[in-house]
């Protein structure tokens, strides 16, 4: 995929932008910030709204409990942390005060991956789709480009009850069109193909995309499936594809044990059960470095995706 006269969405101003467009129209939609309110998407609404954000510093836990306390009195709040702190740190505020009472909190994890990890390993966050994704009564977004994310945060607002939304920190090459419209719990094949099933969401379907057209180089023609929804997720697209190409992989900027493939694995392993790869983190704690160093390093730059598929194809 050329990346001339490609348009790059920040993630971030993206959904700044749908958090004031969703204040404009409901005026229950709050914003809940903890030290991090300018580079969280919210200042913006802040700005605009100054009396519907709540900024608690350094105290996640307080933060999410307060949350469930405004939900409680049929507000939206949207609650932004960094990955470690709101995934981990709160972990049990999410899960008994949120998830328990299927409270509508929508909570954004900024900064997945290797999207901060230049500030060291603690911000490194490989695992929260592993923890996030065993809560019931939880939804969980993973957009892949600036319209995902623009749509997810109106989408996120519609649904009565706890959603997860992953944000990415790096620019996203534009994948969709202005007619595109996103729908929760379903995925989209993006490429067609007939010989293996490609399935990724966030930051790696645009690599993942091009690892296919190097596949078609190659005399493969792969299905490229956009998961962007990974709780529920749409088993529907992922039976349908794995039964036309007989072999699936997937890739993400994730641990593999309880990502996105160990979530399409347990699709496969129930109903149609064919030969897998997962392309990710393979169960490590990451080494520091500038992003672009470590998506090559981990194997997760298009030109290592398409060589792991390779290696897949020619070994069954």
């Known amino acids: 995929?050329?990346?001339?006269?490609?348009?790059?969405?920040?993630?971030?101003?993206?959904?700044?932008?749908?958090?004031?467009?969703?204040?404009?129209?409901?005026?229950?939609?709050?914003?809940?910030?903890?030290?991090?309110?300018?580079?969280?998407?919210?200042?913006?609404?802040?700005?605009?709204?100054p009396s519907r954000h709540f900024e608690f510093g350094i105290a996640e836990q307080n933060?999410?409990?307060?949350?469930?306390?405004?939900?409680?009195?049929?507000?939206i709040p949207f609650i932004a942390a960094y990955m470690?702190?709101?995934a981990f740190r709160c972990f049990e505020q999410v899960r008994d005060d949120v998830c328990k009472t299927k409270l509508n909190v929508k909570i954004m994890g900024n900064n997945c991956g290797f999207s901060v990890s230049a500030l060291g390993a603690t911000h490194t966050v490989l695992e929260d789709v592993s923890v996030m994704r065993a809560l019931p009564n939880l939804t969980i977004f993973s957009p892949c480009d600036g319209p995902e994310y623009y749509q997810?945060?109106?989408?996120?607002?519609e649904i009565d009850g706890p959603v997860f939304i992953r944000i990415h920190r790096q620019k996203a090459i534009r994948l969709h069109n202005d007619d595109f419209k996103f729908t929760p719990g379903k995925g989209e094949i993006l490429k067609k193909g007939k010989d293996i099933t490609l399935i990724?969401?966030?930051?790696?379907?645009a690599n993942t995309l091009e690892a296919a057209e190097m596949l078609l180089g190659a005399g493969v023609d792969a299905e490229v499936v956009n998961l962007s929804t990974?709780?529920?997720?749409?088993?529907?697209?992922i039976l349908e594809s794995s039964a036309k190409t007989g072999r699936v992989a997937t890739v993400e900027e994730h641990n593999i044990k309880g990502g996105l493939g160990g979530a399409v694995a347990e699709v496969l392993v129930k109903?149609?059960?064919?030969?897998?790869?997962?392309?990710?983190?393979?169960?490590?704690?990451?080494?520091?470095?500038?992003?672009?160093?470590?998506?090559?390093?981990?194997?997760?730059s298009p030109e290592k995706i398409f060589e792991?598929?390779?290696d897949f194809l020619n070994t069954f």
């Open 63 to 75: 933060a999410m409990g307060e949350a469930a306390g405004f939900a409680t009195c049929k507000k």
């Open 230 to 237: 990974i709780k529920p997720l749409d088993s529907d697209i």
């Open 84 to 86: 470690p702190f709101v």
């Open 1 to 49: 995929m050329s990346e001339n006269n490609a348009i790059f969405d920040d993630p971030r101003k993206v959904f700044a932008k749908a958090l004031v467009e969703l204040g404009e129209i409901n005026p229950d939609v709050i914003y809940i910030s903890c030290d991090s309110s300018l580079g969280a998407s919210g200042a913006d609404f802040n700005k605009r709204f």
């Open 200 to 205: 990724s969401c966030s930051s790696m379907v």
């Open 271 to 300: 109903s149609n059960p064919v030969k897998m790869k997962m392309i990710g983190i393979n169960d490590l704690f990451a080494v520091v470095g500038e992003y672009d160093e470590l998506i090559e390093y981990y194997g997760l």
């Open 152 to 157: 997810a945060a109106f989408a996120a607002a």
């Open 308 to 310: 792991s598929i390779m």
